[in-house]
């Protein structure tokens, strides 16, 4: 049991009693008592709406059948309404007709079933693949025509979520489901995603597109979609991955081809340094990633601070004390202030067995950048490592 | 009645016997009511730690925003919630129920293995120690889900290693458990009770004791796979050494689907019990509603991939089990129907027991029905790991098992205690539980139907409100089973005394041929059945 829950707990039931009222009030505001599935915005999406559609009238249809002659017995064959009791048992037609008719109606749903699964499966030519690998907690897509490669974190803030100690900010109209880099796809294009993942199970599930592919470690999955029309669709990891399951939310933006390929230039134009949040492509020398600059310790330690936000924070907290003994503290840790080398190779490698993941997807630059942070943030003094050190360290 | 008055002659003779008094009566003791009695507390006293851990989800889920508890336990929270109401809560319920009954059901003295049977249910109150107390051990309980999930659970600390230990001792129980329940229905039977003229309860249970015997072996496997690729450096789960966390999925849920009818087929044996008393006229279809319920059992052990549509089975993998899914609803079909055939041009009246038997055949339906929608792999895809599933596993699970085991502790509290629980008490408990339950579970098909994953601490706004309104229900629900706690203690201690047969339909042996309240000791000489 956590430190803070039974405190917070006990703050929080009066908070939320009191506020409760109010609370209710203000969601009236923005009420949505959505009933349905989200409005299809892919073929297969369409066809798993009208599957859902159908199936679902038909059980409506049994039910009130079934239902209606199940209640029409108990308000008439009531011994307070003088009912007296039959005697008859056993009737084998009717037990074969309540046996076929069921049969038969299946048959009628596992048709139309069998036609989307058969096109679901379908991933082949594709106009365009992109690679998408889960983190503990991230997305990362790599555009594997266009050389496009970055990560794609929450970017909801975090005082927006808190609220353990007091009222959390205003909330975004996209909480939760908004993020600092989304995929972006040509709508009307076959897209196929090959999904994997680094560490743990992931799920990417955006409902909207029909898609909601497990990314298995080790393992290469394929699935597709097609975007009907320019749009923002927003999704979620769908399969529990560790404590910030909640917050790895998925957004795919579906641009005319046009703007597709003005996107793709751009983002072959710009340079890692700009992209701080979102990691620039691992190892590659895009052309603003020089790992031979050298970094004032400064330098380093602002960008490192943003990097820490986006890609340490939410284990190792922003005090650096970490939440023992799943994420340890840097705050005054071996690690963070011992030899260099040895937190480089940690921070490239991962821990095996535990949740630290291999960062090896970051540049040297932005790695640099961040083990200074770490070695130089709270009452750390252990001074900065230059990305040379981090390119050698790669290469060893 | 000559019946009855052999019954008082028995609960004569039966005076005489005498066992230990005291604490000493409950630790050593081998008879199966007493045993009975034992494991139906403990699932009680397990229903409300899993309620409580159920409550605090639900109080943290109540509006977006983190407010009560941080995300690590909140995931362990849902992943002890989960072990705890199937193995601490639903499971020996039932098994306590198959104590109580199946010996006085078939005119057996005691069960087969009475010493085994102490030992069966000794083992549960560790397990259930080691499951509550991993939330006190550094890096809390485990929370992972209830699935147990590598590489996810290899991350954490010794709560796993005690989860999983929890696990094997529960195995190791339920095994010897299964034993006993099949030994005895073979082997003990009354002259006269032919296999075909035993209660369905018997027959679901004999049923689910061969289910668990086939299937608490595979999760055993399971978890000590875990167990050496967490410690002894194997790689079963692990790609980087050759193994695959999707073979973990295809294990689980081979056990895992079997044990979901495990938890049912029970109930569908009460369910065949008090249908028929309370409509004062024989079950429809004996004999198809136990093929129904074989052919559920044996469908249940080749439908597993329908809970891994999403991690990329071949397109043949992913019809196969759609189809074998989609047929389940035949005989499950068989049996809805049997039970209202059963109630037609009968003479009912609605006791706390029917309408618990009437709550469970609507509620459960629906549950059968969202499982037929979600069996569909395209709309599977769409709903995998929402609120859907959620709902679905709770209106299968709460008004289903659970319903089914408050209509049979009502029905059979006379015959355990010998006194009448309050009637008016005993409604107003069904009715609060299945409002409650309603307003919990059935805006959480729309949370998952508009896109909200499961197992998270906080929602985009567009939940906002069917969460609460969710929250609110499982405030209800909670409650009112402190009100089931009242009804039964004071139905022990009220003095009310209940008729020798306080239901005018009830013709199993334990009604005809025994004194209300039951003896300690019954049918030494067995019963002769025409």
Redesign the interface.
Known sequence: ??D??GA??LR??L??AAT?AA??AS?AA?????????PPASP??Q??YD??FA??WV?VG??VI??G??FY??FT????AG?????????TT??II??VI??II?IG??YP??K???E??DASNPDLTIKVTAYQWAWEYDYLQDGVKFNSLLSTPRA?????DKK?EK?N?????EVDKPMVVPAGKKVRLL?TAN???H?W?V?QL?????G????V???WFKADKPGTYR?????????????MPIVVVAKSPEDYATWVKEQKAASPAVMVASAAPAGAASPAEDPNKKWSADELKALGEKLYAANCLACHQATGKG????FPALDGSKIATGPKGAQIALVLAGKQ???MASFARLSDTELAAVITYTRTAWGNKAGEVQPSEVKAARKG | MTAAAHAQDHAHHDDHAHHPTGIKRWLFTTNHKDIGTLYLWFSFTMFLMGGVMALLIRAELFQPGLQFVNPEFFNSLTTVHGLVMVFGAIMPAWVGFANWLIPMQIGAADMAFPRMNNWSFYLVVPAAILLVASFFVPGGAAASGWTLYPPLIIQQGISIDMTILAVHILGASSIMGSINIITTILNLRAPGMTLMKMPLFVWTWLITAYLLIAVMPVLAGAVTMLLTDRHFGTSFFNAAGGGDPTMFMHIFWFFGHPEVYIMILPAFGVVSAIIPAFARKPLFGYASMVYATASIAILSFIVWGHHMFTVGMPAAGNLFFMYATMLIAVPTGVKIFNWIATMWKGSMTFETPMLFSIGFLCLFTIGGFSGLVLAITPVDITLHNTYYVVAHFHYVLVSGALFAIFAGVYFWLPKWTGNMYSETLGKAHFWLSVIGFNIAFFPQHFLGLAGMPRRIPDYALQFAEWNMWSSVGAFIFGFSQLLFLYVVIECIRSGRKSEQLPWEGADTLEWTHLPTPAPYHTFETAPVVK
């Open positions: 049991m956590t803070n829950m917070n707990m929080n039931t908070r939320t409760a609370a209710s969601f923005t009420a949505a008592y959505d009933v349905d599935i989200l297969i999406a066809q798993i599957l859902h199936i679902l059980c049994i039910f079934v239902f002659a199940m017995s108990v064959h009531r011994k307070a009912a007296k009791a039959a005697h008859f048992h056993e009737n009717v037990e309540w046996t069921p049969f299946l749903m596992a079933a069998t989307t699964v058969l679901m499966k927006q979520i808190e609220e353990w959390g909330k109209a996209d909480y939760l489901l999904v560490d743990v199970i799920g599930y409902p029909g898609v909601n592919q497990y298995i470690p080790g393992f999955k394929d699935t999704g979620q990891c769908s399969q529990i991955c560790g404590k910030e399951h909640g917050y939440v023992p003994p799943a067995g535990t949740a």
